[in-house]
């Protein structure tokens, strides 16, 4: 790593990085020391892509259920 090798991405990096990618922002510094493969970067964005759905969903049938008991 002596030679200016970037430390390999764990998982809990790309997760921040691809988590500050979906926020749209980022630290420069950061991101700059870890090496971040494709294969991570779209495996954290589909499951990130997906979280994000499943708590929308949860959300509009919580949200619908009580509308619909109230009514």
Known sequence: MN?????RATP???ARAV?????????RDAHELI???????IAAGIIGAALFVGTLLL???LVLS???AAG
């Open 3 to 7: 030679n200016g090798e970037k430390k």
């Open 12 to 14: 809990l990096e790309v």
């Open 19 to 27: 988590a500050s990618a979906f926020f749209g922002v980022r630290r």
């Open 35 to 41: 090496r971040l493969t494709p294969a991570q970067v």
């Open 59 to 61: 959300i509009v049938h």
């Open 66 to 68: 009580r509308a619909i």
